[in-house]
């Protein structure tokens, strides 16, 4: 299934890939779509865009490196969008040619990690059931009453493959059950429920008895299946006993060819004796058939999850919308069901790949074909010869010019009802579109592409081009695709971005967006060799954007490009597909960027205290002025903030702060939104709440926020502690006094003021993080003061108000974002470094040489334990994104290979040295001893961006910096 170059080379996969098999179960046919996705924390996004499209997860675990960091995420997307896992434990060959276990040890080890894969069920499983048990009212409800029999992976219930695709054999429970029920006398549904876990077989009364590991006896699965498996690969690549061999494959009735046997190579010989007794495609694929649903028994969740949203919950969709469910449930085929398919991404594809550019073999009809045809031709030539007419000789055609062409891109999609068909018109649906909001079917264009909408329209009508069964790396032309079919669609390139939904209807809502468990984080700016190609490069960059689900491109407001990645290898994937495939020039990559955030770590002190820092801040003639002052905010504060994005932006997006005038439908919709959400939302409340009074901070705390920043949902929030009472995201504890509606909309300019100075703070123009600012007093002076209006009063237009003060409200947002960077600064400020979580499974020997590479690049080690039945370590870290390039390459070197490493972004971390504090004399220097490192590194990190935006280096940093060259080499 890797079928690019890259992927080949490195070993691992890098883009999801589709192939449908059928297969044969019980004389029954079944077509299984089956989607190869990476396994690399990199690409955990195409993960999620196979995740969408699927009904259920086969869940590859390795046995001896166990439960990585990509199997918990995994685990979750699964469980997020309501598909059914089941699990390969794989690897196996390892534990015994490698490990050199024994039986009952690799049995140990097997049930170990068995457990730890269900404990992450399990703790997926908690988190759902609390989180429904919040939002009921009926405290008894909880996890007694939650039924949890059949999501846990347990081999008696046929949910688990133990199997070595290396090797090709794999075998479930009920295989073995089968093979030996007779030769133990025992049925075979009471072998398969007793063959896994603490039993063993009496072999004197013919029973399975429990307490195996109390009695000291060989638990019945080390007895019956791997002893034998143990055996054979004694016999066949351990001693590579020739006679030993014949004997097994002998008692094993097995057919196999001569020169497999005489093969000299002891692997292709386990090979073709284990893969023809134990095949593991026969065991995955039964597994799939019995285990997984079909696409027709999708549940209400699922089917829910996929056309609602958070902020627009299925309840609160209009009813021919809801009518959809049925469609989506029912599966049907029909051609009275509406077509409803999903695009979870778009594939880019070389045209000669595609079948119509294939040179296709004549079959032995169309020869025979071709020859009746050349007859006929000659035998009128041969008459018109005869009768003297003269025949006109065709000129030779002369060959085209190859011209070249544009990639083409396949949507990869999933049909969920009704059918698609080549030409078929339907509804491209862009992400945003309502369908509370639907046009009709006039008032679209069918000429128009995505690139010609207007602000607020997210509708486009296309004709389905060519349909595409995908079979991995080859194409097939299909001329419909039915209701549960995975297929390529051609065609919509012009149409879709990253992901979209065709339909039939108007009615039907645009599919939830895809649960991305990665953070685009490294970044890199991007040029051409030659500064001619710039347009080859910005078309590359617009197919790169369009092709990958991950990246992003940002274009700098110095015209720089930068390209936003999820890890180092991801990276140089998308470099290498930017010169190779997309823009196909040569390109100049900076060296990586990653981003920072600015912070202040002033001690926390009672918020009416006449503490140093106040800012004021006035407009031309004072009409507006107003007071505040930044401090830090409490570390368990901004965590909430953090953990709970989605609700805050939901909170903005129902216009809870700055609505000043609407419809009576929207503040109906305004109002149900708010009852629908209460339950999440007063949970916020209340954990803030509790927060704030933890840190000493006023009563009411949360009552004062006025808003969240950046974007409106970041961890930043501008408190009101003026004596004006202005209203509050939570429409709660606000008492009914009228407020002026010139007040009202110079607040909308102070929260934009607020908005534009948390997303690009003064240090190095990266965004704030957990800080407060604090709005002490507030004052409005126009030139022609206004009657007091209360916020329902219709009597005074925002265009009034826009002659009472012209320009006002654009001062007020310069000044309020002047007067919080000033605020900011006059607190000790700090950056914070990304940091990666850095999970490590390395052998003993060479575990000392894993710590030296993580000290060199200021890592911290959090875990580091022997695991239990294996001779490698489990190191858990934290580092520096900023220092984790080429670090694959560094531990291969210094362990020789003998460690695996991943890393996933966890965390912001305060680098605790003030970036502008610099030391007078040696004194200072030395009497700072080892911290002298982390200053130097301070100002690294600081300048690094400082000098990427284009902004002034400091004097100060620069003789710090001679400082320590001079010390360094007095040293």
């Known amino acids: 299934m890797d079928s690019r170059k890259d992927e080949q080379e490195r070993g691992i996969t890098m883009k999801s890939s589709s192939i449908s098999l059928l297969h044969t179960h019980n004389n029954k046919e079944f077509l299984v779509n089956l989607i190869d996705s990476p396994g690399h924390v990199d690409f955990s996004s195409e993960v999620s865009t196979a995740v969408r499209l699927c009904d259920g997860a086969v869940v590859v675990v390795d046995v001896v490196e166990g439960v990585c960091a990509q199997t918990k995420v995994v685990l979750k997307q ?35 990690l068995l457990e730890q894969v269900n404990a992450q069920v399990a703790e997926l499983f908690t988190i759902d059931v609390m989180s429904k048990k919040e939002n009921n009212t009926d405290s008894s409800s909880g996890l007694e009453e939650a039924d949890d029999s059949n999501i846990y992976f347990a081999p008696e219930q046929g949910n688990v493959v133990f199997a070595s695709a290396a090797d090709g054999w794999g075998f479930s429970i009920r295989d073995f059950s089968r093979m030996f029920a007779s030769k133990l006398g025992l ?40 002893e034998n498996l143990w055996s054979i690969y004694d016999a066949v690549v351990v001693r590579k006993d020739k006679i030993m061999t014949e004997k097994i494959v002998q008692s094993l009735q097995l057919q196999m060819a001569p020169r497999d046997l005489k093969h000299s190579d002891p692997k292709v010989q386990i090979q073709a004796i284990l893969s023809k007794w134990l095949p593991l495609s026969e065991s995955v694929l039964r597994m799939v058939c019995e285990k997984l649903p079909s696409p027709s028994d999708i549940t209400d969740a699922k089917a829910e999850k996929l056309m609602s949203s958070l902020s627009k919950p299925f309840c609160l969709l209009p009813e021919a919308t809801q009518q959809l469910k049925k469609a989506f449930v029912a599966c049907s085929s029909s051609s009275d069901a509406p077509a409803i398919a999903f695009v979870s991404k778009m594939i880019m594809v070389d045209r000669q790949c595609l079948p119509k550019s294939k040179v296709t073999l004549l079959t032995c009809e169309d020869i025979a074909l071709r020859r009746q045809q050349v007859r006929q031709k000659l035998a009128e030539l041969t008459l018109q010869q005869e009768q003297g007419k003269v025949c006109e000789v065709e000129e030779p055609v ?57 602000s607020g329209h997210h509708v486009t009508r296309v004709k389905i081009g060519d349909l595409y069964l995908m079979m991995g790396r080859e194409l097939e032309t299909l001329e419909s695709a039915p209701a549960g079919s995975v297929v390529g669609i051609g065609g919509l390139e012009e149409h879709i971005l990253k992901s979209g939904t065709l339909s039939s209807t108007l009615t039907c809502p645009a599919f939830t967006e895809l649960s991305q468990m990665v953070v685009p984080i490294v970044r890199v700016a991007v040029e051409p060799a030659r500064p001619s190609e710039m347009p080859e490069l910005i078309k590359g960059l617009k197919l790169l954007n369009q092709a990958d689900p991950c990246v992003q491109v940002v274009l700098q407001e110095s015209g720089e490009h930068v390209l936003i990645t999820a890890g180092e290898v ?42 140093a820092g106040r800012v004021e801040v006035n407009t031309s003639g004072k009409r507006f002025s107003m007071r505040l002052r930044a401090v830090s905010l409490p570390e368990e504060v901004t965590a909430l903030l953090e953990k709970h994005v989605d609700i805050i932006r939901t909170m903005s997006q129902t216009r809870c702060v700055n609505s000043l005038e609407t419809t009576a439908i929207e503040d109906e ?35 004062k926020i006025l808003s969240f920043g950046p974007r409106r949902c970041g961890p930043n929030v501008l408190i009101n502690y003026s004596p004006i009472t202005l209203p509050n995201p939570w429409k709660r504890n606000v008492p009914e006094t009228i407020v002026e509606r010139s007040t009202l909309e110079c607040l909308s300019s102070v929260i934009n003021g607020f908005q534009l100075a948390t997303l690009a703070g003064p240090l190095c123009e990266e965004p704030l993080f957990g800080v407060a600012f604090i709005l002490e007093d507030l004052s409005i002076m126009l030139n022609h003061p206004s009657t007091p209006l209360s916020n329902g009063d219709d009597n005074n237009d925002g265009s009034n108000l826009q002659q009472q003060y012209g320009s006002l409200t654009g001062q007020i947002m310069s000044v309020v974002k002047d007067g919080c960077r000033r605020a900011f600064m006059n607190q000790p400020q700090r950056l914070m470094a990304a940091m990666y979580t850095c999970s490590i499974q390395v052998s003993g020997e060479v575990v000392g040489k894993m710590y030296g590479v993580l000290s060199r690049r200021h890592g911290k080690i959090l875990d580091g334990d022997l695991e239990e039945g294996s001779a490698s370590f489990s190191i858990t870290a934290v580092l520096p994104v900023v220092e984790s390039f080429d670090l694959a390459n560094e531990i291969r070197k210094q362990t020789s290979g003998l460690a695996s490493h991943q890393l996933v972004f966890s965390h912001w971390e305060v680098i605790d040295i003030d970036p502008f504090w610099v030391p007078t004399t040696d004194e200072e220097l030395e009497l700072y001893g080892d911290k002298g490192d982390s200053v130097n590194r301070a100002h690294i990190y600081m300048n690094s961006v ?19 060259r001079t010390l360094s080499r007095k040293v």
């Open 187 to 226: 049925h075979e549904e009471e072998l398969q429920l007793s063959l896994w876990g603490d039993n063993y077989f009496n072999s004197k009364t013919k029973t399975v008895v429990k307490g195996a590991q109390e009695k000291a006896k060989k638990p019945l699965f080390v007895q019956v299946v791997l």
């Open 669 to 703: 919709l305004n109002e149900k939104l708010i009852l629908q959400l209460q339950s999440k939302i007063s949970k916020l409340y209340d954990e803030l709440d509790q927060a704030f009074q933890r840190s000493d901070w006023k009563d009411n705390a949360v009552d």
């Open 570 to 611: 991801h990276l140089q994937r998308c470099l290498r597909d930017l010169r190779e495939s997309y823009a196909k020039i040569e390109i100049n990559a900076s060296q990586p960027i990653v981003p920072f955030r600015e912070t202040i770590v002033a001690p926390l002190e009672p918020i009416d205290n006449d503490s």
């Open 78 to 112: 699964v469980w997020l969008e309501h598909i059914k896992p089941v699990l390969v434990l794989n690897k196996i060959d390892r534990l015994i040619v490698e490990m050199k276990m024994q039986p009952l040890d690799a049995y140990i080890r097997m049930v170990q």
């Open 946 to 964: 400082r000098r990427r935006k284009g902004l002034a280096v400091s004097e100060k940093v620069v003789e710090f910096a001679e400082k320590q």
């Open 398 to 454: 002369k060959p085209k010019e190859v011209i070249e062409e544009a990639p083409v891109f396949v949507a990869f999609a999933r049909v969920f009802s009704g059918t698609l068909k080549k030409g078929q018109e339907l509804y491209v649906l862009g992400p945003k579109y309502d369908p509370m909001e639907c046009p009709t079917e006039g008032d679209i264009d069918p000429s128009l592409t995505l690139k010609d909408l207007k």
